[in-house]
């Protein structure tokens, strides 16, 4: 059943407190130029607006309008100043926002970050007593940690390194067991440890909310850094947290990571590995992730049954696994013979599974597939896709839209809504911005998405040409993940 949406009550949290962050002065360090390389999207530039020792703010030059999504990596980036080069590395797209005709980015950068000695050395005005605090800055990025976060981490990693020993000597009490005591006594474990580990994480994660909630942007980054030199080894361990960690498809979230939360989450190479991975698979979020599988599961059979047409038409954009449409026809198959979809990713891999797994449906359902390799970047400019596609009377996508700016999900949301048949609904799903588990998953997997209000996914929906017939916001059970419904 589709859950309309109600937002949680407002909180009195701390507002956030944004670090100072050193405002390109053209009087005194003159044009800092950006250049870019995306792997996919080659090479542009831009001019620095702010900098900090780990970010950088970059407007795009007028015209440039490359279609870059939150967590993209940049291949090179480098910053110059009166030909002298402030930075030469990496780094990653945190945010990324319209003003008028131009993008701003906001990048964060990777190592050691900027030289700010030699900012400070370009703007001639400055005192030597800044160059000195920013050259003392820049050689020692971890001397001004927020004392409780550095208290906190190294409680988090003891009690981390003692459950993995404890659990190491029960794993070494079982190894001369037989294969079947072996199995049924860690089975046993993991039952007993799962609501434990779940309760302590979350505990822990309660003091990291409390600690980091007013840090600045550069503040997160080099507090998560710290984090991740003490304890990203022992999470390691965790398949699903390596994953996501590591993103070996270039981004977290991908279809493997979807296939961890559907199936048996005791997975690991050691009782301290299954044990972490209990709690990462068991987090809000996460729960969020597998419930909005019965909700768009539902939401298909509903395209179904409520029309007349012969076959239904309908297409998921950024498919993953596509488990709603693999447990729709596993509880009725006879919905098969109505059915036609269309399966839509820009990973390989991910539609090899699709085609490996739903193929057998032909033969024993009657549905129709069609299994479609296409980047997100160019779906985005076939406005044309009504045409390429064909019309559909259902258009979804569960978990694309958390990465978009603003004016990519607003222009692919008119693409989808372009490609509607009369009366036929686009469904896209984003995280709301009460996600619990948000500072969990950038803080411990550098899992970054673009958080929502209901009220900003109305507005998109609002603006599309020609009105839609109705626009709303649902949820799947745990509110967690938002629904943006419009109807043609």
Request: with cysteine.
């Given at each position: 059943m589709a859950h309309a949406y109600v937002a949680p009550p407002t909180s009195d949290r701390t507002p956030r407190l944004r670090a100072r962050r050193i405002s390109v002065d053209l009087e005194n360090l003159g044009v800092v130029r950006a250049e870019l390389t995306h792997a996919e999207r080659g090479r542009f530039t831009g001019e620095v607006r702010d900098l900090s020792l780990h970010g950088i703010g970059v407007e795009l030059e007028a015209g440039a309008n490359p279609v870059l999504f939150a967590a993209d990596r940049l291949e090179t980036i480098e910053l110059q100043s009166n030909g002298q080069v402030l930075f030469r590395g990496r780094g990653t797209i945190r945010r990324i926002s319209d003003e008028g005709e131009k993008l701003k980015l906001g990048i964060e950068l990777d190592g050691d970050g900027i030289d700010l000695a030699e900012v400070y050395r370009q703007g001639t005005r400055q005192s030597f007593a800044q160059r000195l605090a920013a050259f003392e800055r820049s050689t020692t990025p971890y001397s001004h940690l927020n004392p409780d976060f550095k208290a906190w981490v190294a409680d988090f990693r003891s009690r981390l390194d003692s459950l993995k020993g404890f659990l190491g000597n029960e794993e070494r009490a079982l190894a001369t067991e037989d294969l079947f005591t072996r199995s049924e006594s860690e089975r046993q474990i993991l039952e007993h440890i799962r609501p434990w580990i779940v309760r302590e994480m979350e505990s822990a994660r309660t003091h990291l909310n409390e600690i980091v909630c007013s840090f600045s942007d550069d503040d997160h980054e080099v507090h998560?850094?710290?984090?991740?030199?003490?304890?990203?080894?022992?999470?390691?361990?965790?398949?699903?947290?390596?994953?996501?960690?590591?993103?070996?498809?270039?981004?977290?979230?991908?279809?493997?990571?979807?296939?961890?939360?559907?199936?048996?989450?005791?997975?690991?190479?050691?009782?301290?590995?299954?044990?972490?991975?209990?709690?990462?698979?068991?987090?809000?979020?996460?729960?969020?992730?597998?419930?909005?599988?019965?909700?768009?599961?539902?939401?298909?059979?509903?395209?179904?049954?409520?029309?007349?047409?012969?076959?239904?038409?309908?297409?998921?954009?950024?498919?993953?696994?596509?488990?709603?449409?693999?447990?729709?026809?596993?509880?009725?198959?006879?919905?098969?013979?109505?059915?036609?979809?269309?399966?839509?990713?820009?990973?390989?891999?991910?539609?090899?599974?699709?085609?490996?797994?739903?193929?057998?449906?032909?033969?024993?359902?009657?549905?129709?597939?069609?299994?479609?390799?296409?980047?997100?970047?160019?779906?985005?400019?076939?406005?044309?896709?009504?045409?390429?596609?064909?019309?559909?009377?259902?258009?979804?996508?569960?978990?694309?839209?958390?990465?978009?700016?603003?004016?990519?999900?607003?222009?692919?949301?008119?693409?989808?809504?372009?490609?509607?048949?009369?009366?036929?609904?686009?469904?896209?799903?984003?995280?709301?911005?009460?996600?619990?588990?948000?500072?969990?998953?950038?803080?411990?997997?550098?899992?970054?998405?673009?958080?929502?209000?209901?009220?900003?996914?109305?507005?998109?929906?609002?603006r599309l040409e020609p009105s839609p017939s109705n626009v709303a916001v649902e949820a799947e059970p745990t509110g967690i993940n938002l629904f943006l419904i419009v109807k043609r």
């Open positions: 998560r850094n710290f984090l991740k030199l003490h304890v990203s080894p022992l999470f390691a361990e965790s398949p699903f947290m390596r994953r996501a960690y590591e993103k070996p498809l270039g981004y977290a979230g991908d279809y493997e990571m979807m296939n961890m939360l559907y199936r048996n989450h005791a997975e690991g190479d050691s009782l301290f590995g299954k044990a972490i991975n209990l709690y990462a698979t068991n987090e809000e979020a996460a729960v969020a992730v597998v419930e909005r599988v019965s909700y768009l599961k539902n939401l298909v059979r509903k395209a179904i049954e409520s029309s007349n047409r012969e076959r239904v038409r309908i297409a998921s954009i950024g498919c993953g696994p596509a488990r709603e449409i693999a447990l729709l026809l596993q509880e009725s198959p006879s919905l098969g013979e109505r059915l036609e979809v269309a399966l839509i990713d820009q990973e390989e891999r991910s539609i090899s599974y699709c085609e490996r797994t739903l193929t057998p449906f032909v033969s024993s359902t009657g549905a129709r597939f069609q299994f479609v390799r296409e980047s997100v970047r160019d779906l985005m400019t076939k406005r044309a896709l009504r045409t390429a596609l064909g019309e559909r009377e259902l258009i979804y996508s569960a978990g694309l839209f958390d990465y978009l700016s603003d004016r990519a999900f607003d222009a692919l949301l008119s693409v989808l809504y372009g490609a509607l048949a009369p009366g036929g609904s686009v469904a896209v799903g984003n995280f709301a911005t009460h996600n619990p588990s948000r500072l969990t998953m950038e803080y411990f997997s550098e899992w970054f998405l673009i958080h929502r209000t209901s009220e900003e996914m109305m507005r998109f929906g609002k």
